[in-house]
């Protein structure tokens, strides 16, 4: 049966040009297996557009607030569209960074200490807070934003003011964690509506020399390597998948999501964020791990479909 799927795309994200990809992707992907799959840019005309379409499906191609925090996904609620991935609630938790934390460490799951600073925080008293509790070798994280945007890894240690000041600039506050060295590690978690929840092969994500996997290895295509599946025991592979589904689960996510974690070389694991809307663009982690359980990139784009409408009519 052919569907119309709305795919939204853009608006004012940090991340709207990687939306746009994803978005691109899963346009021609949905139209190859003969869906129409309009693309609707997330503006002030977004309500307008999408009762033009009247589309069964709505695909949030979306990452970063205000696509991935939940507020999309209430816009979507009130207007009565079926849409694919996690619910108001599971988006907004699992988008700031600290409170989702809290819910990981309820539920027993290996993540770092850390400190968080508001908005309005003072960068010099911060930096002598977080000197105090971890040194300088720490991670400096935007609260609320994803693709590692504002996101500076002070591996070696240095001057925190900077890195605090960047990461402001982006609101919501500051999450500082101890610099962890391993690893960059992801498994990817699909959960269609009435189907169990399964974890993805866990991947392995190579940079070049001393890089990391920061916005632009991330989506330029040649600068990042996935080793699928990582080169880990058989031990540690089912325990950052059984994680992954518990991370998932903690949440209360939908359809899919993506953990990502540090794993050191004697194999200790940190777990760091659960992302709701991965990415899916050529260079995207979620798709290499369907395809690595011969789910093709068409196939996944009908599976999470499926799932949106068969969560509507139940």
């Known amino acids: 049966m052919s569907y119309s799927v709305a795919v939204l795309m853009g608006g004012p994200s940090a991340e709207a040009?990687?939306?746009?990809?994803?978005?691109?992707?899963?346009?021609r992907a949905l139209e190859s297996l003969g869906h129409q799959a309009p693309l609707v840019e997330l503006d002030n005309n977004t309500a307008n557009a999408l009762a033009e379409i009247s589309p069964d499906v709505v695909f949030p191609a979306l990452h970063g607030p205000p696509g991935e925090d939940g507020t999309v996904q209430g816009f979507l609620e009130i207007l009565g569209y079926p849409y694919i991935g996690s619910s108001v609630h599971g988006s907004a938790v699992a988008m700031d960074k600290s409170l989702a934390k809290t819910i990981f460490r309820e539920f027993g799951l290996p993540v770092c200490e850390h400190l968080v600073f508001d908005s309005h925080c003072d960068p010099d008293t911060a930096s002598a807070q977080v000197h105090?509790?971890?040194?300088?070798?720490?991670?400096?994280?935007?609260?609320?934003?994803?693709?590692?945007i504002g996101v500076t890894p002070l591996a070696n240690g240095g001057d925190l003011k900077p890195a605090l000041t960047n990461?402001?600039?982006?609101?919501?506050?500051?999450?500082?964690?101890?610099?962890?060295?391993?690893?960059e590690i992801t498994v990817g978690v699909l959960d269609p509506a009435g189907e169990s929840a399964r974890a993805l092969p866990v991947i392995e994500i190579r940079t070049a020399g001393d890089e990391w996997y920061d916005y632009e290895n991330r989506y330029t295509a040649g600068r990042?390597?996935?080793?699928?599946?990582?080169?880990?025991?058989?031990a540690t592979t089912a325990e950052l998948q059984q994680i992954a589904l518990t991370a998932h689960r903690s949440l209360r996510l939908r359809d899919l999501s993506r953990a990502d974690f540090i794993v050191t070389d004697s194999e200790e694991i940190f777990l760091l964020e659960v992302n709701t809307l991965p990415g899916m663009t050529p260079t995207s982690l979620f798709p290499d791990g369907a395809r690595a359980v011969d789910i093709s990139f068409p196939e996944l784009m009908q599976l999470l479909v499926e799932s949106a409408l068969r969560r509507a009519s139940g």
């Open 17 to 27: 040009e990687v939306s746009r990809a994803s978005a691109a992707e899963v346009a």
């Open 132 to 148: 105090a509790r971890f040194g300088d070798r720490v991670v400096v994280k935007p609260l609320g934003q994803g693709s590692a």
């Open 167 to 183: 990461a402001l600039r982006f609101g919501h506050g500051v999450l500082v964690e101890p610099y962890v060295l391993g690893a």
């Open 224 to 234: 990042s390597e996935h080793v699928i599946p990582a080169p880990l025991s058989a």
